[in-house]
T-cell receptor
Framework: SQKIEQNSEALNIQEGKTATLTCNYTNYSPAYLQWYRQDPGRGPVFLLLIRENEKEKRKERLKVTFDTTLKQSLFHITASQPADSATYLCALLNTGNQFYFGTGTSLTVIP | KAGVTQTPRYLIKTRGQQVTLSCSPISGHRSVSWYQQTPGQGLQFLFEYFSETQRNKGNFPGRFSGRQFSNSRSEMNVSTLELGDSALYLC?????????????FGEGSRLTVL
């Protein structure tokens, strides 16, 4: 069956450290993978997109990697801040042009 | 530029009733997608419309339906509500059918079914 799994539902890290979130997928062949941020009571907000032929993408303190062999994407936030506390969702664009979302990882950055 | 607008933001219904949710996409965006978000299941795809045509549909029963108007505004309807339909319903718009572009989400309509 098809699955998108994001590492532990909740992740707590100390301010200033690097947060690493994992997105593993099974039985998908994604052309693109996106990461979104969602704050409580709000809709998700787009952060980064990475294509299947790209290994790594960066944007300010954010970095995403995409390994189609391992069927995994890693999302890193360097020099984390309390304002980075939110739920982070990965989304795959599969054949059929439809997005599939993971259940998200809740990140808390402790001052 | 105004974002995606969803109405109503909150609503309470009882089992057996029906509900209609509305979504106004960002001006110029012609693709609208709907998602159901629950704590246990995360975001699940309902359907996607482009230029008034339903292009994709998720694995939901026929009680869930939608449509898109010529001005790209979209509505979704859920008939014969069940307790399990309680969720946050999110609408997302994009310039073209979902692909390389990002999805722009509204704040959602939170439905509670009693």
């Amino acid at each position: 069956s098809q699955k998108i799994e994001q590492n532990s539902e909740a992740l707590n890290i100390q301010e200033g450290k690097t947060a690493t979130l994992t997105c593993n997928y099974t039985n998908y062949s994604p052309a693109y993978l996106q990461w979104y941020r969602q704050d409580p009571g709000r809709g998700p907000v787009f952060l980064l997109l990475i294509r299947e032929n790209e290994k790594e993408k960066r944007k300010e303190r954010l970095k995403v990697t995409f390994d189609t062999t391992l069927k995994q994407s890693l999302f890193h936030i360097t020099a984390s801040q309390p304002a980075d506390s939110a739920t982070y969702l990965c989304a795959l664009l599969n054949t059929g042009n439809q997005f599939y979302f993971g259940t998200g990882t809740s990140l808390t950055v402790i001052p | 530029k105004a974002g995606v607008t969803q109405t109503p933001r909150y609503l309470i219904k009882t089992r057996g009733q029906q509900v209609t949710l509305s979504c106004s996409p960002i001006s110029g965006h012609r693709s609208v997608s709907w998602y159901q978000q629950t704590p246990g299941q995360g975001l699940q795809f309902l359907f996607e419309y482009f230029s008034e045509t339903q292009r994709n549909k998720g694995n939901f029963p026929g009680r869930f339906s939608g449509r898109q108007f010529s001005n790209s505004r979209s509505e979704m309807n859920v008939s014969t509500l069940e307790l399990g339909d309680s969720a946050l319903y999110l609408c997302a718009s994009s310039l073209t059918p979902p692909g390389t572009g990002e999805l722009f989400f509204g704040e959602g309509s939170r439905l509670t079914v009693l």
